[in-house]
Nanobody, 126 residues
């Protein structure tokens, strides 16, 4: 099982939107949740959003204030993060990860995800 993170879009300026995609490949039957994370320089890794692999459950970090939207396409085994109204402070390395327990992800804020994808740098210029 792998998570690969990909970004759509080039140079990003404040106020722009950007979409990240996460491809979940391999044995997906064990996946119950996919989360999006970011790590800014000198800071810890934050769980931004999580989505249950089946059903309608989603979770967002309060500090996002509705700017980001997580979605999935089970037919493509993909999870997306639509980021709107980007700010320079959103600059970070973004990663996706999969886990076998959605509620476990929420409980631990994603501190022990089963599978991680490589991160992608997002830099928002002012």
């Amino acid at each position: 099982l792998r998570c690969s993170c990909r970004r759509w879009g080039g140079l990003v300026q404040a106020g722009d939107s950007l979409r990240l995609s996460c491809a979940v490949s391999g044995r997906t039957f064990g996946v119950d949740a996919v989360g999006w994370f970011r790590r800014a320089p000198g800071k810890g890794r934050d769980l931004l959003a999580a989505i249950k692999w089946s059903g309608d459950n989603t979770w967002y970090a309060d500090f996002l204030k509705g700017r980001f939207v997580i979605s999935r396409d089970n037919a493509k085994n993909a999870v997306y993060l639509q980021m709107n109204s980007l700010k320079p402070e959103d600059s970070a390395v973004y990663s996706c990860a999969a886990d076998s327990s959605y509620w476990g992800v929420l409980k631990t804020r994603g501190r022990s995800m089963d599978y991680w994808g490589k991160g992608t740098q997002v830099t928002v210029s002012s």
